[in-house]
Nanobody
Framework: QVQLVESGGGLVQAGGFLRLSCAAS????????MGWFRQAPGNERDFVAA????????LYADSVKGRFSISRDNAKNTVSLQMNSLKPEDTAVYYC???????????????????????WGQGTQVTVPS
């Protein structure tokens, strides 16, 4: 059973920055594709960023590209999301997710879809007031 635990959320003024972290259990983290999603009240859970198992390729939602950066440290079983130039529309609960690649689908085609991920963290709140 894989467990994911997010940390680093909080309240920050528009234009500020936060760094979210996700710690994973297990011995197979380095084989997982990882993603970050977010969900605001009344909204769907939306894709934010994804990183391939090796860390050599990344994807971003258009709304965060150029402002957010995803990274991973496979030796430490962690994935991070650096969030810069934060905006009120970034306010949401942010979730870390892992794809164990059990079904061998294309990462490029599936990384943006929440349904493709097998494990989820509990979420961490990010608030950017207007």
């Amino acid at each position: 059973q894989v467990q994911l635990v997010e940390s680093g959320g909080g309240l920050v003024q528009a234009g500020g920055f936060l760094r979210l972290s996700c710690a994973a259990s297990g011995r197979t983290f380095s084989s997982y594709h990882m993603g970050w999603f977010r969900q605001a009240p009344g909204n769907e859970r939306d894709f934010v960023a994804a990183i391939i198992w090796s860390g050599n390729a990344k994807l971003y939602a258009d709304s965060v590209k150029g402002r957010f950066s995803i990274s991973r440290d496979n030796a430490k079983n962690t994935v991070s999301l650096q969030m810069n130039s934060l905006k009120p529309e970034d306010t949401a609960v942010y979730y870390c997710a892992a794809d164990d690649r059990r079904y061998g689908s294309s990462w490029y085609d599936s990384a943006r879809r929440a349904v493709e991920y097998d494990y989820w963290g509990q979420g961490t709140q990010v608030t950017v007031p207007s």
